[in-house]
């Protein structure tokens, strides 16, 4: 088994060509996933002179290590938040996850990145009686409010056949056409790959230590020598040190994790997951699987919180979620395990604006993939102080989460809540 993300193994390897650091750039961006690299092309793409560092490789956070997802959703359903917030504030929030979307898609067709971009749809599935009531709901509401969001879902039936899914552990399902899957290694990779054809300088293995506010600019201070600049971006998000603590306070890392299985049976992977459907079981703490775009791999993941230190256990524990789900699966072997950081946020809204002369977007909540490459953009056009760039993520307060020494000590709390309430998720029988 490897311990590495099943993505990268389609990634180009990377020649190790290190420039000396620039001693000036106009804007330094720190961080080089989605959110980073997004903000580098829409700068350098308005021609302004961009150094992008990371303290690894590009995409080495969660941008290669994510499912590969998109929806037009938060982390809260629509109907949650329409209780939480009423309509006249959650119908716009969940508009801007339309948009994000909708960029993210229009970026891909535009920068011609080859990522195995598919409209594949969603199913979240229900594993209670209750679950299905919320599912009921969201589908209420998803179509009561379909001629603003445009967002198409339908409720499924409850035989295995038209649920797509042979598991015997679901009773329901909502199908939500208006979602997609991409490989995230390609797309983070083919991102990169534009940001430098532009001419960004992408600086690598560079950690940022500090970023000193001068009475013009910055001195950012890295492992690799001082740069002053005019600008910066902070793009972090779960990978946030103390040297930015500011963010650091206001980002809750979070852990997730991802198993890759080749089913002993090729036939058997067109049995139990015969299209490219993305799929979410709902339970407090949920799972997700797909399968892999060249249709060898079930890839499958939860939100643990905390992983266990063993990756061979941490793996095996995984698994037994997934052969929870597909007895099937039970001798087939895991070709990869990998884990990586999910940014939480005290009210699970990503963040952006200016904070000291440093600009962010920040606190993706797992949905990334859309969202950082919709924040990047719009945090590098608010930079340059274009005009139509308000969000509705804009004025939220940025709460400060209770940390202790860094240290976001409620989360073995909130996770081990969590897993005594699935303890009593009682399945239908
Ligand atoms: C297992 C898992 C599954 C997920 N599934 C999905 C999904 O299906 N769909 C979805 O939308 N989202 C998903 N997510 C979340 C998604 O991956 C993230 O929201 C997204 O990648 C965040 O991108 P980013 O660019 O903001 O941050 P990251 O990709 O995490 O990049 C931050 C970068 O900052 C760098 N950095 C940090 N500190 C410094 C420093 N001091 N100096 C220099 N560099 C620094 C890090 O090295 C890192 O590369 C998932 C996440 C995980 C872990």
């Not at 020649?15 to 620039?22: D, Q, S």
């Not at 580098?40 to 992008?52: E, F, G």
């Not at 690894?56 to 290590?65: D, E, I, P, V």
């Not at 995230?184 to 001419?199: D, F, H, I, K």
């Amino acid at each position: 088994m490897k311990n590495t993300p099943y993505w990268w193994t389609a990634l180009a390897e990377k020649t190790n060509t290190e420039k000396p650091l620039p001693i000036k750039a106009d804007v330094v961006i720190v961080g080089a996933g989605i959110t980073g690299l997004n903000a580098a092309l829409t700068l350098v793409k308005a021609n302004r002179n961009v150094l992008l560092m990371d303290a690894n490789q590009a995409g080495y956070g969660a941008s290669t290590r994510n499912a590969g997802f998109l929806s037009k959703a938060h982390l809260h359903s629509l109907s949650t938040l329409i209780q939480k917030y009423g309509e006249d504030k959650a119908i716009p929030l969940v508009e801007e996850a339309c948009k994000a979307f909708d960029f993210t898609q229009a970026l891909i067709e535009r920068e011609k990145i080859d990522c195995h971009y598919n409209p594949s749809g969603r199913i979240y599935w229900a594993y209670t009686h209750q679950q299905g009531k919320k599912l009921h709901t969201e589908h209420q509401a998803l179509a009561k409010h379909f001629s603003r969001l445009n967002i198409n879902a339908n409720l499924t039936g409850s035989s295995a056949q038209s649920l797509d899914i042979h598991s015997a552990q679901y009773h329901q399902g909502l199908h939500v056409k208006d979602s997609s899957t991409l490989h995230p290694g390609l797309y983070t990779q083919g991102l990169e790959q534009r940001v430098c054809e532009n001419g960004a300088e992408l600086a690598c293995n560079t950690k940022v230590k500090s970023i000193e506010k001068k009475a013009s600019g910055f001195t950012v201070k890295t492992s690799r020598g001082d740069v002053q600049a005019n600008q910066v971006i902070v793009a972090t998000n779960a990978y946030v040190g103390e040297e930015t603590p500011y963010f650091r306070q206001r980002v809750v890392p979070v852990v997730g994790q991802m198993i890759a299985i080749k089913p002993n049976d090729p036939a058997m992977l067109e049995k139990l997951l015969p299209n490219h459907i993305a799929h979410l079981d709902v339970r407090a703490m949920f799972r997700f699987w797909r399968r892999s775009p060249d249709n060898t791999h079930i890839l499958f993941g939860s939100r643990t919180g905390f992983a266990a230190p063993n990756p061979n256990k941490a793996a095996a524990q995984l698994k037994g979620l997934l052969v929870d789900i597909f007895p099937q699966l039970a001798q087939s072997p895991v070709s990869h395990y990998w884990k990586g950081l999910l940014g939480g946020t005290m009210d699970q809204f990503p963040h952006l604006g200016c904070h000291n002369g440093i600009y962010y977007a920040t606190g993706m909540n797992g949905h990334g993939v859309p969202m950082g490459t919709y924040l990047g953009d719009n945090i590098a056009k608010k930079l340059m102080r274009e005009h139509d760039t308000a969000t509705q993520f804009d004025d939220l307060s940025f709460k400060a989460a209770p940390l202790i020494k860094g240290k976001s000590w409620f989360m073995p709390l909130v996770c081990g809540a969590q897993k005594v309430a699935e303890k009593m998720e009682k399945p239908v029988s």
